[in-house]
C-alpha cells in the first residue's frame, strides 16, 4: 500500500441527515470505507453574484484515490445543490493497519 492510494474526500450537504443516508450508500457501494459527519457547519461563499450565509454538514469519507471520479459522479446525480462541493485530499500518512481497512473496506 502506497499512502498515495489513498484521500479523504470533504463533501458538504443540506444537513446531517442527507448527508447520513448518502455515505449509507456510498459504504454500502464499497466506494467509501468509512465517513466522518460533522454537524453544524456554517459555510460562506458567493453564489450567482451574491455572498450566502448558509448552515450546512460535512462529511469526510476515507476511500481510494481511485474512486474519487465514481464519487463526484454520484454527487453530481444525487446531491441537491447544482453545484456539490467534492473535494479530495491525498492522505500524507496513515496508521498503516487503518490504510489496509480503507483498501480492503472499497472496491478496487
Known amino acids: 500500500m502506497s499512502d498515495t492510494d489513498l484521500v479523504d474526500v470533504t463533501i458538504s450537504g443540506p444537513d446531517e441527515e ?3 443516508e448518502f455515505t449509507h450508500r456510498l459504504v454500502t457501494d464499497r466506494l467509501a470505507a468509512c465517513g466522518n459527519i460533522i454537524p453544524d457547519v456554517r459555510s460562506i461563499y458567493r ?3 451574491a455572498v450566502e450565509d448558509a448552515s450546512e454538514a460535512v462529511v469526510v469519507l476515507h476511500t481510494r484515490a481511485s474512486l474519487v471520479p465514481a464519487i463526484v459522479e454520484r454527487a ?3 446531491h441537491p445543490d447544482e453545484v456539490p ?3 479530495a485530499v491525498p492522505v500524507a500518512g496513515v ?3 487503518y490504510g489496509q481497512w480503507i483498501l480492503d473496506e ?3
Open 18 to 20: 442527507w448527508l447520513a
Open 47 to 49: 453564489w450567482e453574484g
Open 76 to 78: 453530481n446525480s444525487e
Open 85 to 87: 462541493q467534492v473535494v
Open 95 to 97: 496508521n498503516p493497519a
Open 106 to 108: 472499497t472496491a478496487s
